[in-house]
Protein backbone atom coordinates (compact mmCIF):
# COMPACT_ATOMS: atom_id res chain seq x y z
CA UNK A 1 0.00 0.00 0.00
CA UNK A 2 0.99 3.72 -0.94
CA UNK A 3 0.11 6.71 1.67
CA UNK A 4 0.43 9.89 0.11
CA UNK A 5 0.21 12.06 2.94
CA UNK A 6 -1.55 15.69 2.27
CA UNK A 7 -1.40 17.36 5.62
CA UNK A 8 1.83 19.45 4.87
CA UNK A 9 3.16 17.27 7.99
CA UNK A 10 4.68 14.67 8.66
CA UNK A 11 1.96 11.67 10.45
CA UNK A 12 3.64 9.18 12.48
CA UNK A 13 1.74 6.25 12.92
CA UNK A 14 2.42 4.68 15.89
CA UNK A 15 1.77 1.02 15.85
CA UNK A 16 3.31 0.14 12.92
CA UNK A 17 5.98 3.07 13.47
CA UNK A 18 5.72 4.28 9.83
CA UNK A 19 6.74 7.93 9.34
CA UNK A 20 4.74 9.25 6.20
CA UNK A 21 6.42 12.76 4.83
CA UNK A 22 4.09 15.56 3.51
CA UNK A 23 3.98 15.44 -0.20
CA UNK A 24 3.85 18.84 -2.15
CA UNK A 25 0.20 19.12 -2.35
CA UNK A 26 -1.84 20.19 0.80
CA UNK A 27 -5.19 19.76 1.27
CA UNK A 28 -6.66 22.07 3.96
CA UNK A 29 -10.50 22.62 4.77
CA UNK A 30 -11.68 26.13 4.34
CA UNK A 31 -14.89 26.04 6.54
CA UNK A 32 -17.88 28.52 7.05
CA UNK A 33 -18.92 28.51 10.65
CA UNK A 34 -22.39 29.19 11.75
CA UNK A 35 -22.71 30.54 15.26
CA UNK A 36 -26.45 29.89 17.49
CA UNK A 37 -27.24 29.97 20.93
CA UNK A 38 -28.65 26.87 22.66
CA UNK A 39 -31.76 26.34 25.06
CA UNK A 40 -29.27 26.59 28.00
CA UNK A 41 -28.31 29.88 26.66
CA UNK A 42 -24.37 29.03 25.56
CA UNK A 43 -22.70 30.05 22.46
CA UNK A 44 -22.74 26.85 20.25
CA UNK A 45 -20.17 27.23 17.06
CA UNK A 46 -20.77 24.45 14.08
CA UNK A 47 -18.52 24.58 11.09
CA UNK A 48 -19.17 23.55 7.38
CA UNK A 49 -16.66 22.60 5.02
CA UNK A 50 -17.53 24.82 2.06
CA UNK A 51 -14.75 23.56 -0.60
CA UNK A 52 -11.12 22.43 0.19
CA UNK A 53 -7.97 24.49 -0.91
CA UNK A 54 -6.78 22.28 -3.35
CA UNK A 55 -8.16 19.22 -5.50
CA UNK A 56 -8.33 16.29 -4.25
CA UNK A 57 -5.99 13.58 -6.79
CA UNK A 58 -7.84 11.16 -8.54
CA UNK A 59 -8.10 7.49 -6.42
CA UNK A 60 -5.45 5.06 -7.91
CA UNK A 61 -5.07 1.69 -7.17
CA UNK A 62 -3.21 0.75 -4.02
CA UNK A 63 -2.86 4.16 -2.86
CA UNK A 64 -4.37 5.97 0.50
CA UNK A 65 -4.65 9.50 0.73
CA UNK A 66 -4.35 11.11 3.74
CA UNK A 67 -5.61 14.40 4.67
CA UNK A 68 -6.72 16.71 8.02
CA UNK A 69 -9.87 15.13 10.69
CA UNK A 70 -11.21 18.26 9.27
CA UNK A 71 -10.55 18.18 5.76
CA UNK A 72 -11.86 14.77 5.64
CA UNK A 73 -15.41 16.45 6.67
CA UNK A 74 -15.21 17.99 2.81
CA UNK A 75 -14.15 14.21 1.02
CA UNK A 76 -17.77 13.00 -0.79
CA UNK A 77 -18.79 9.53 1.20
CA UNK A 78 -17.67 7.63 -1.59
CA UNK A 79 -13.97 8.11 -1.46
CA UNK A 80 -12.99 5.44 0.53
CA UNK A 81 -9.28 5.45 -0.45
CA UNK A 82 -9.22 9.08 1.60
CA UNK A 83 -8.05 9.11 5.76
CA UNK A 84 -7.62 11.17 8.56
CA UNK A 85 -5.25 10.33 11.39
CA UNK A 86 -6.82 8.41 14.58
CA UNK A 87 -6.66 8.73 18.21
CA UNK A 88 -3.68 11.44 18.23
CA UNK A 89 -1.34 11.38 20.85
CA UNK A 90 0.54 14.43 22.53
CA UNK A 91 3.49 14.49 23.68
CA UNK A 92 3.11 16.51 27.38
CA UNK A 93 4.00 19.94 26.08
CA UNK A 94 0.90 19.72 23.88
CA UNK A 95 3.23 18.70 20.40
CA UNK A 96 1.99 15.80 18.33
CA UNK A 97 3.49 12.23 18.82
CA UNK A 98 1.88 10.89 16.58
CA UNK A 99 -1.78 8.59 15.69
CA UNK A 100 -3.11 5.36 16.04
CA UNK A 101 -4.36 4.62 12.67
CA UNK A 102 -6.30 6.12 10.13
CA UNK A 103 -10.06 6.50 9.98
CA UNK A 104 -12.38 6.81 6.92
CA UNK A 105 -15.03 9.52 6.81
Do not use: W
Request: hydrophobic content about 30%; some cysteine; aromatic content about 4%.
Amino acid sequence: MTYINLTGHEVHELDSNIRIEPSDTVIRAQCRTTKYVNEDGITCHKSHVTRLSAQLPEPQDGVIYIVSALALNGIPDERIDVVAPKQVERFANGKIRGCRGFRHK
